[in-house]
């Protein structure tokens, strides 16, 4: 008796652990859309392969590294000139590599981003770049992390820590430890490494600026989710499953990884917030003979309700920004030329 006891008890066990509540993916419904028309801003500055884009106060501050000595780069936001560049490439102190996360600190004037080779924070300050003096950069190892960071993002006098693995966020205090840790994931699939590999594919993560919330949203797929931060810890507030993360597992990674296929419904690829809204460069679904359609601009309330669509036609977006006047984009025109544009949203 206690062995057919013990049998049924292994055989739910395994059908619990095999098995999943079916998630309801909705789609985007967009309640409006609205085409916009912009002017370039400045037409002399040569792009190589622009990432993403940040606003503090009158400039315009754009990721560009790729083939590039220098990987960020100053504009006027009212006329578009370029007005210099900074961030080297290299090993050294204040160089980067593969730079990741823009995030600006008006209190301290610092635009801070995190180089995840070398493991170290780098703050960048404004008035001493724009005086063009060599002293311009603070560095923070994160060496006592005892685990690999995909992004930091400034948060009060520290800063919010993403992880790509078991640890999904952390909060560390001024002494660079960590004061509170958020390991959930919304539950996707089964295999809990892929699961986790979904929301670190590509991630897309922003802090409001008031630094009371936090919005994921995948790059497979398409899900968003919002973060209360309140009292130095992190908790989910609302999950949105728009679309089903369509990927294939890569061979010979430990933990698992994933890639795209020609099914894959990309998601956001570009987020920017305001203590407004969300806004995002989404692909979405894929036409008839499985294209995808033309990027457009998604704008979502820090409820995770789709709000409005952006459309323009001067191309395809990449970095955008946003402020109280103005939406900015880095447009891919049909020549495969970027350039940057400047769309007055409110008319």
Not at 80 to 97: A, L, Q
Not at 159 to 188: C, E, M, W
Not at 232 to 239: G, M
Request: charged share 20%; with cysteine.
């Amino acid at each position: 008796m206690k062995k057919f006891i013990f049998s049924i008890l292994v055989l739910i066990f395994f059908i619990s652990s095999c098995t999943q509540e079916k998630i309801q993916y909705t789609g985007i419904n967009i309640p409006l859309k609205k085409e916009l028309k912009g002017s370039v801003l400045n037409t002399t500055f040569i792009f190589s392969s622009p990432q993403e884009m940040i606003i503090v106060d009158s400039l315009l501050i754009v990721h560009d590294s790729y083939n590039r000595d220098t990987c960020f780069h100053i504009f006027n936001k009212i006329n578009g000139k370029h007005i210099g560049s900074f961030g080297n490439k290299g090993r050294g102190p204040g160089e980067v590599i593969f730079p990741s996360s823009l995030n600006y600190n008006p209190k301290t004037k610092t635009l801070t981003t995190y180089e995840a080779n070398l493991r170290k924070i780098i703050k960048y300050n404004i008035p001493d770049v724009l005086a063009q003096n060599t002293t311009s950069f603070s560095e923070i190892k994160l060496n006592s992390i005892p685990f690999f960071v995909l992004q930091a993002i400034p948060f009060n006098d520290a800063f919010i820590i993403r992880g790509n693995a078991q640890v999904r966020f952390a909060i560390t205090d001024t002494n660079n430890k960590i004061s509170h840790q958020f390991d959930n994931y919304p539950k996707l699939v089964i295999d809990k490494e892929e699961n986790r590999a979904i929301f670190n594919y590509a991630p897309q993560c922003v802090l409001r600026p008031d630094g009371s919330k936090l919005a994921t949203i995948t790059y497979i797929g398409g899900v968003l989710e919002i973060f209360d931060v309140k009292n130095n810890a992190i908790t989910s507030n609302t999950i949105k499953y728009f679309n089903e993360p369509i990927y294939k597992s890569v061979e010979g990674f430990k933990p698992k990884w994933i890639g795209t296929t020609p099914l894959t419904v990309v998601g956001c690829d570009n987020i920017y917030a305001t203590n407004e809204n969300i806004y995002c460069i989404y692909e979405g679904e894929l036409t008839k003979d499985n294209e995808p359609e033309p990027k457009k601009i998604l704008v979502f309330n820090w409820d995770g309700t789709p709000q409005l669509q952006y459309e323009i036609h001067e191309g395809l977006p990449n970095g955008i920004a946003v402020d109280e006047d103005n939406l900015y984009c880095i447009v891919m025109n049909k020549d495969y030329e970027y350039q940057l544009y400047k769309y007055d949203y409110k008319n």
